[in-house]
């Protein structure tokens, strides 16, 4: 009888111990949005905060990565993975919280269409397991038809000089926001090398794209009631420049020159990171309006 009063409470000890064993480390993941187009990158913030009292070294076991993420449909089926995120021994101090960032297609076959779940889990040396996060739900959308389309030779000095590719731009309506995205494809193997969002969108308003003689996209779009946004493209995807406009001298527009080079006629240059000018005796008062939603997205 006390061989059996001892067990159960070795059993009660053990039971109350465990949340405290739980909170030895806190893993949270988050992602920037719900719903992502396939083949865009689809970023995931890790979390880790030491919480045991002490300092710890982060580390695998066997000197591999001491991070790993798990992908599952929302019927629980793993989704193929491509490889863990590299994630090198750390010390996290008491107290402390590490963030990591990673790109979750690289590690993940992403591209069919449906919902999924995703989890971090990070090992802990001093127990010798994984402690794992809570899951985070998103979807994964097939882009939809392209609203405009159009083949180009890549200029000399690439280094795929005179290949051809097709800038494509469609847009992508989010539960909140709508949004203008390009994608890059290559005409040869079909393979897409780039899908971004480039900027927010008011719905049913008309785009302005054109090609400069550098082979860069260019596009002029209403990001949001006041603002109009201007982003430049390079052939590989980057971000060649951005400039946001405001009504004033007429309705900002693309021009093409004769030289190929690609500006913006009418409209006041807008900076969203400005700071407004207060009128005297309105300190401390800002109004709705002053930040529209036609900010920078990369």
Not at 225 to 244: E, F
Request: some cysteine; proline content about 8%; aromatic content about 10%.
């Amino acid at each position: 009888m006390n061989r059996v009063l001892y067990s159960l409470l070795r059993l009660i000890l053990f039971l109350a111990a465990a949340p405290a064993l739980r909170a030895q480390l806190n893993v949270a993941v988050a992602i920037d949005r719900t719903n992502y187009i396939a083949y865009e990158p689809l970023p995931i913030t890790v979390t880790v905060t030491n919480t045991s009292g002490k300092d710890v070294v982060l580390g695998g076991p066997n000197n591999t990565s001491w991070l790993n993420f798990l992908v599952t449909t929302e019927s629980g089926r793993p989704v193929t993975s491509l490889g863990n995120p590299e994630a090198e021994a750390i010390v996290c101090r008491s107290g402390q919280s590490l963030q990591r960032r990673y790109n979750l297609p690289r590690y993940f076959h992403l591209i069919d269409s449906g919902g999924f779940l995703v989890k971090g889990s990070v090992y802990f040396p001093d127990l010798q397991r994984w402690v794992h996060s809570r899951p985070v739900r998103f979807t994964v959308r097939q882009a939809p038809q392209p609203r405009w389309e159009q083949t180009f030779a890549l200029p000399k000095g690439h280094l795929m000089a005179g290949k051809y590719r097709r800038y494509q731009i469609f847009n992508f309506h989010d539960t909140d926001r709508s949004y203008l995205y390009v994608r890059i494809i290559d005409e040869t193997t079909g393979v897409f090398i780039a899908t971004f969002p480039v900027s927010s969108l008011v719905p049913e308003r008309p785009v302005q794209p054109a090609i400069d003689a550098d082979q860069n996209l260019h596009i002029l779009c209403l990001a949001s009631p006041q603002v109009w946004s201007h982003q430049s493209i390079d052939p590989d995807g980057k971000l060649a420049g951005q400039k946001y406009y405001r009504m004033g001298g007429g309705q900002p527009q693309l021009i093409t020159q004769s030289s190929g080079d690609v500006m913006v006629a009418g409209g006041t240059v807008y900076d969203p990171d400005a700071k407004p000018t207060v009128p005297t005796g309105t300190e401390g008062i800002r109004r709705l309006s002053d930040r529209p939603a036609g900010i920078p997205l990369r």
